[in-house]
Structures are given as C-alpha cells and as structure tokens.
C-alpha cells in the first residue's frame, strides 16, 4: 500500500483533481450552473452593473491554480459581519481575487484599504473594470490596490490585516501563503484574521503556530460555501476580544444559504 501511495497521490492530485483537467472540467460544469442559479437568487452582478459571476476556466488552467468562480455575495457579508473591524484600521487582502467579487462585498465594511492579488491578467482587469462600477451608497471604503501577481510574491504591510481565502490554489502554495503571513506576523505583532471558504486543506491552517481557530459556519450542504476563521495569536494586548468572533460563529445559515 506504501508503494501505493505516491502513484494514487500523482493521479488524485493530477488528471483526478477537483481543479485537473478531467474532473476540473466537470467541476466547471457545475460550478457554472451554480453561479448562475446564485446569480439568478442574488442578482448581485444585475444589480450593480458589474461582471462577477461567471466562472472562468482559463485556456491554460494549472491544477494548482484553481478556476475563478466568486464567492457567494450573501456568505462575505456574513462572514465579515462577524469580524471585530471596530478599529477601521484593517487591510483587507483577497489572495486569488479573480473578478473581485470578495473586494466589492468588503468595500462596504470599514477597511482602511482592500488588495486583491490575482494571477491571471484577464481576470484582473475584469476586477478592474469592476471596481469602478462598483458605487453602492452603502461603500465605506474605497481605497482599492488591485495587484497581478503570484500570491507567493505578495509583502505585506505593517497594518492589521484580513487575508481572504476562496479556494484559490491547492496545499502547496496555501502553505507557502501561511507561511509568508506568519513571517510577517511574527516581525511584526499585529491583529489578523484568516477567513478561508471552502476550506479543503484547513489542516494547513490548524497547524500553524501563529493561527488559532476562532470561528466555523456556513450552510452543512453547500462546502463550497462554508468558512473557517482564524486569528492571529502574536497580536498586541489591546486587540479585541476573539470572543466577538466566537460568539457569533453561529452565523446565521439562513442569511447565508
Ligand atoms: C475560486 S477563485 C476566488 C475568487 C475571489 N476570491 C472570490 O471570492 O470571488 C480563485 C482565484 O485565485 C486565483 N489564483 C490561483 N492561484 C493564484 C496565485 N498563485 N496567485 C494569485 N492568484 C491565484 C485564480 O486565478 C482565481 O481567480
């Protein structure tokens, strides 16, 4: 069975991935009717005249890298409704930002300035162009850094942070990601929370030294929709209380589904 492993390993994480190029194409099928289903509920891109909800499988898609679908519009407001942002001094980070969906939906919290870091070109000028369609009357914030990069080259600031994680990549480069967050964490103290949807490879997170768990939701039958949160145990005295968070873990589902 040892002898075993590496080969099952190769093929799970290869051709049978959830994100390869056989399944990943079936995957897209359904995240495809999905998303519009959603959109049909949600009429988030109807309503604000933007471009979020497609999904998009690029020509070279990487297995690693995994497809743009957003994120449910109804689960980000309810997870950042739960974090303790009082402080309005946090930077909100979407790592793998695709079309921005998550960047919109943060701009009507109280972010000090909202970073989206996404790979491919295309979908980074769809963010973009979004971005500036983007104007509901509820906006607090509307300092946006769009950045196309690797997220395994993105340095981040001395200033609190959310990091933001859709399923945007498989376990390797999430560890890499943790682990820059950590180094920087560790140089400098500071509150941070790691909110991660669909959070296949949480494991990662669980084994951190600087993270601990502080939050769990989302509706039981859709895992694409379900989140963990983390937060940063390096910080300084005089943050607030996890316990808000943890209080409020029980995001309500029917808000969110
Ligand atoms: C599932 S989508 C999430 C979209 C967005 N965060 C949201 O919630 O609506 C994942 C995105 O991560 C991007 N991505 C994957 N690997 C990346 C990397 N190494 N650096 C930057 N972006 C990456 C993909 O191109 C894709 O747009």
């Not at 930077?91 to 009507?108: I, P, W, Y």
């Not at 870091?117 to 295309?122: A, F, G, I, Q, T």
């Not at 769809?126 to 946006?144: H, R, T």
Request: net charge negative; with cysteine.
């Amino acid at each position: 069975m040892a002898a075993l492993n590496p080969l099952l390993t190769k093929v799970f994480r290869g051709p049978l991935d959830l994100n390869g190029p056989i399944i990943g194409r079936i995957f897209y099928v359904f995240e495809y009717v999905r998303s519009y289903v959603e959109e049909r509920l949600e009429a988030f891109d109807a309503r604000f005249g933007t471009d979020t909800s497609a999904p998009t499988f690029e020509r070279n898609q990487q297995t690693d890298v995994h497809f743009y679908v957003p994120t449910t519009a109804s689960i980000i407001y309810s997870i950042l409704s739960i974090l303790p942002l009082k402080s309005e001094k946090f930077t909100f980070v979407d790592m793998g930002s695709g079309k921005g969906r998550a960047l919109l939906v943060a701009s009507e919290f109280p972010f000090q300035k909202i970073v989206g870091v996404e790979l491919s070109e295309n979908l980074h000028r769809i963010a973009e162009d979004n971005v500036k369609l983007y104007k509901p009357e509820s906006q607090q914030c509307a300092s946006f850094d769009l950045k196309c990069m690797d997220a395994l080259e993105y340095a981040y600031g001395d200033e609190p942070v959310v990091l933001y994680l859709f399923d945007p990549f498989g376990r390797e480069i999430l560890q890499e990601v943790v682990a820059n967050l950590e180094k920087s964490l560790k140089a400098k103290p500071r509150e941070a929370y790691v909110v991660y949807v669909y959070p296949q490879y949480d494991d990662v997170l669980e084994s951190s030294s600087v993270l601990r768990k502080v939050a769990e939701g989302g509706p039981k039958w859709q895992p694409w929709s379900q989140y963990v949160i983390y937060a940063a145990t390096t910080a300084a005295a005089e943050r607030p209380s996890h316990d808000d968070v943890r209080s409020a873990s029980a995001v309500p589902t029917s808000k969110a589904a």
